[in-house]
């Protein structure tokens, strides 16, 4: 008992080991995929953000510049009319194009740093699609690498104790079904020493049936013989 108990604690505590290693591993493992993939969506949240602000300033740089040809036809219109007024509509046009320029340098920057970020995010997203494949494979493989360790110890010396433990035991119960009278047959279960009228009414019960199938086996045989001697029918005389 002393012996199953070290044994049962020895295999217990190597497997909780394991256990435990694997799960901080995978623990370790997973907390940095669940980081990765916060910091991929937040990339790609201000990344979109950051398209939409681009595209908000194209938009606003095509506005303009509709604008300002606006002024410049203005301004040549006028020109015959009043030189005053036509001007003033080149000033229009000029803080019009003062403003293009400006959101044009502001755009470029912005497309840069869009560029930046679409590279990111897609680094982000291949590093958290390496990570999770990697945690798999070596989980699996730690799984398989601890099993076969268990398996080794139990076909080692611990294992040998535990067969000396186990044929221990099944003498002592052969022994207590000894002492009983009792017996164990694979085929038929537990047997005891006052079953003989049973036996022999499962002999006598298997003695009819073989009778009973003897005698079918004849009968088909005699009709089957007498089916073959039957004379052939003729037809009258022409």
Same mark, same amino acid.
Not at 38 to 56: G, P
Not at 100 to 128: A, G, M, Y
Not at 204 to 228: K, M, P, S, Y
């Given at each position: 008992?002393?012996?199953?108990?070290?044994?049962?604690?020895?295999?217990?505590?190597?497997?909780?080991?394991?256990?435990?290693?694997?799960?901080?591993?995978?623990?370790?493992?997973?907390?940095?995929?669940?980081?990765?993939?916060?910091?991929?969506?937040?990339?790609?949240?201000?990344?979109?953000?950051?398209?939409?602000?681009?595209?908000?300033?194209?938009?606003?740089?095509?506005?303009?510049?509709?604008?300002?040809?606006?002024?410049?036809?203005?301004?040549?219109?006028?020109?015959?009319?009043?030189?005053?007024?036509?001007?003033?509509?080149?000033?229009?046009?000029?803080?019009?194009?003062? *403003?293009?320029?400006?959101?044009?340098? %502001? =755009?470029?920057? /912005?497309?840069? #740093?869009?560029?930046?970020?679409?590279? &990111? @995010?897609?680094?982000?997203?291949?590093?958290?699609?390496?990570?999770?494949?990697?945690?798999?494979?070596?989980?699996?493989?730690?799984?398989?690498?601890?099993?076969?360790?268990?398996?080794?110890?139990?076909?080692?010396?611990?294992?040998?104790?535990?067969?000396?433990?186990?044929?221990?035991?099944?003498?002592?119960?052969?022994?207590?079904?000894?002492?009983?009278?009792?017996?164990?047959?694979?085929?038929?279960?537990?047997?005891?020493?006052?079953?003989?009228?049973? *036996?022999?009414?499962?002999?006598?019960? %298997? =003695?009819?049936? /073989?009778?009973? #199938?003897?005698?079918?086996?004849?009968? &088909? @045989?005699?009709?089957?013989?007498?089916?073959?001697?039957?004379?052939?029918?003729?037809?009258?005389?022409?």
């Amino acid at each position: 008992m002393n012996t199953l108990k070290r044994l049962t604690t020895t295999l217990i505590a190597t497997v909780d080991r394991t256990v435990a290693s694997m799960e901080d591993h995978e623990a370790v493992v997973a907390a940095a995929i669940r980081e990765s993939r916060k910091a991929t969506a937040r990339a790609r949240f201000k990344l979109n953000r950051l398209r939409a602000e681009n595209q908000r300033l194209t938009n606003r740089i095509d506005a303009l510049q509709v604008e300002a040809d606006k002024w410049q036809q203005r301004a040549i219109s006028l020109n015959e009319v009043s030189r005053e007024d036509a001007v003033n509509c080149i000033a229009h046009r000029r803080r019009c194009a003062d *403003r293009i320029e400006s959101l044009t340098v %502001q =755009l470029e920057q /912005q497309k840069k #740093l869009e560029l930046q970020s679409i590279k &990111t @995010v897609e680094r982000l997203s291949d590093k958290v699609d390496v990570l999770n494949s990697k945690r798999t494979q070596l989980a699996t493989r730690a799984a398989s690498a601890e099993a076969m360790d268990v398996m080794h110890r139990l076909e080692g010396d611990d294992g040998l104790e535990i067969d000396d433990m186990l044929d221990r035991w099944e003498e002592s119960v052969f022994e207590t079904e000894a002492h009983t009278g009792s017996g164990f047959d694979a085929s038929h279960g537990y047997t005891s020493a006052d079953d003989l009228p049973e *036996r022999l009414a499962n002999e006598e019960q %298997q =003695l009819d049936l /073989q009778r009973e #199938l003897d005698a079918l086996l004849t009968t &088909t @045989v005699t009709e089957t013989e007498g089916e073959t001697t039957k004379p052939a029918v003729h037809g009258g005389a022409s």
